[in-house]
């Protein structure tokens, strides 16, 4: 049901009864399956996508690339473990090229991201060089384009 993994990845907002007659299945079916996927952890969880910017809210964001001398059998997983369970971090990955991990985090302040980085992620065993790239504009995330307020032509904002 790759389809049905499309629709709700596209809209976790849609129901049960919407997505069969989507998929024209029956809406038990469609629940059952659902369900076996959240059982089995394909359906890990439900978000909101949150413009942050066109609210009062601050914050900073920033993607820190980390390069790891790997650890006999383990290689990337231990220290990725201790990297994911800081609340700081939004997403990490595993990456090809000239470094390893690339760790999404969040903070009040660009202070406080540069303070993470010197404080909680160099000091790691295994960790063995950073770089730090602050996002100061989101044009696309997940899919969705970010779209700035329409503004009249003539300039005057719309007045």
């Given at each position: 049901m790759d389809k049905l993994l499309t629709l709700l990845e596209n809209d976790a907002t849609l129901t049960a009864e919407q997505l069969s007659v989507m998929l024209s299945k029956e809406v038990g079916e469609i629940k059952e399956i659902i369900e076996k996927y959240e059982n089995?952890?394909?359906?890990?969880?439900?978000?909101?996508?949150?413009d942050w910017d066109k609210t009062d809210r601050e914050y900073v964001s920033a993607l820190i690339e980390v390069?790891?001398?790997?650890?006999?059998?383990f290689g990337f997983d231990r220290v990725a473990e201790k990297i994911y369970n800081y609340p700081e971090v939004t997403s990490l990955?595993?990456?090809?090229?000239?470094?390893?991990?690339?760790?999404?985090?969040?903070?009040?302040?660009?202070?406080?991201?540069?303070?993470?980085?010197?404080?909680?992620?160099?000091?790691i065993e295994f960790v063995t060089a950073t770089s730090t790239h602050f996002v100061l504009k989101k044009y696309k995330d997940k899919g969705v384009i970010y779209k700035a307020p329409e503004v009249d032509e003539r300039g005057y904002g719309g007045l």
């Open positions: 089995e952890g394909v359906l890990l969880g439900y978000k909101a996508l949150v390069k790891i001398q790997p650890q006999r059998d990955m595993l990456m090809s090229g000239g470094f390893d991990l690339a760790v999404m985090i969040e903070g009040k302040t660009m202070r406080e991201v540069a303070s993470f980085v010197a404080q909680k992620l160099s000091p």
